[in-house]
């Protein structure tokens, strides 16, 4: 009787245990096989990591892209460049890492589980035109003069508030103009055979950002789950103008913008940007020019988690406003394909921080008793 009652008090300890484990959400690539992790970053002897990366071709060349444009980050960070592709040369078997030289730390993620948050963010291209035309009458500024005067906010620059000096394109659609102010830069298309001229960030007007994500969702336009660069622009195509001007002056903030000729798209490092192996990161715990070894969730054509995963290498060399703690917002490239794709990441996945031994691994000690920080919004809309 005893042994029959163990076994039935054990059986519903296991029970209790998947069902604890089954009450986790998992919808958005969520993983809880590490456990609980104490520190924001935590020494692994041999991570729990399978398959190799995709996209070791990518990572050499942003690794090149680094050396042409910012030879003292590439210098600062070279022994964990070198000892990664001799790993990658070899094979990059996870498990081996340690004998090429690389100290691998895992993000404790925004819940201590390993749970990294990933959005996306892209280069747009917009139509636009150098002098207001029929369609094209939605006028990109570059920065004001403004001394010490404040720049007035998104609703009165809209009205006609700027000099029409600042003017340096009209394109045709308002919100495709907001959504380069999210990304924080663009090509624009003048329509006239040329190559594309890029509209690097300028600055700002100094009025606090408010997502206009969050207002749908506040107005119930939106589901939360459902919200999405996507959603944004679905709603925006089922209404009227002046409601979607109305709309995007929720938001005071104003971005301005400089055209450069024949520019690539770089990131806060002055470094030309290689899709899907860069980052933007919070830079107080992920410096420039760390390497990142990334187990990122895979999306369907809708948006929805596939249930698989794919290895990644990449390397943090950009920021964001709402980029903090463990978030990363990855670079998916330019043009529309590459807008789809990063209108719809807000999902979770395992990062490892690749340092060489010799190679200032150091720093990453510092962070050890901090627990994992939380983030909260995706870039689309916080961005």
């Known amino acids: 009787m005893k042994e029959r009652w163990c076994k039935y008090l054990l059986g519903g300890l296991v029970i209790a245990a998947l069902a604890g484990c089954s009450s986790k959400p998992t919808d958005r690539g969520q993983q809880y096989k590490d456990g609980h992790l104490n520190h924001s970053l935590e020494l692994e002897s041999q991570p729990n990591a399978r398959g190799v990366p995709v996209n070791g071709n990518d990572y050499s060349e942003q690794l090149k892209k680094i050396q042409s444009s910012a030879p003292s980050l590439f210098t600062r960070n070279n022994a964990t460049y070198q000892a990664v592709q001799n790993w990658m040369a070899a094979g990059a078997d996870p498990k081996k890492l340690s004998q090429f030289g690389l100290n691998t730390y895992q993000m404790g993620g925004v819940d201590n589980y390993g749970n990294v948050q990933f959005t996306g963010y892209y280069t747009p291209v917009v139509q636009a035109r150098r002098t207001q035309q029929g369609e094209f009458r939605y006028p990109l500024y570059r920065m004001p003069s403004n001394g010490k005067r404040r720049l007035p906010d998104r609703a009165a620059i809209y009205s006609g508030a700027l000099d029409p000096r600042y003017i340096i394109a009209y394109s045709n659609s308002l919100m495709d103009n907001f959504m380069m102010e999210v990304q924080g830069s663009g090509y624009v298309d003048f329509g006239d055979g040329q190559p594309l001229v890029f509209f690097g960030y300028s600055g700002k007007n100094g009025h606090a950002y408010r997502s206009i994500g969050k207002v749908l969702i506040d107005r119930g336009e939106v589901a939360k789950a459902d919200m999405s660069m996507q959603a944004i622009r679905q709603w925006a195509d089922t209404h009227s103008e002046a409601e979607v001007r109305q709309l995007l002056e929720q ?60 290895m990644r290498l990449m390397v943090a060399l950009d920021v964001g406003g709402a980029i903090k703690g463990q978030h990363f917002d990855m670079y998916q490239g330019i043009g529309p394909e590459a807008g789809h794709s990063a209108g719809y990441y807000n999902h979770y996945g395992r990062v490892w921080v690749l340092k060489g031994a010799d190679g200032g691994a150091a720093q990453f000690n510092a962070y050890q008793p901090t627990t994992a920080s939380s983030s909260n919004g995706s870039s689309l809309i916080t961005r």
């Open 251 to 310: 938001n005071p903030s104003f971005v301005f913008f400089h055209p450069e000729v024949f520019a690539p798209v770089r990131g806060a490092s002055a470094v030309p940007l290689v899709a899907k192996a860069s980052v933007a990161s919070d830079r107080s715990l992920i410096p420039a020019g760390t390497t990142l070894l990334a187990e990122v969730p895979l999306l369907d054509n809708k948006g929805k988690f596939t249930g698989k995963y794919e």
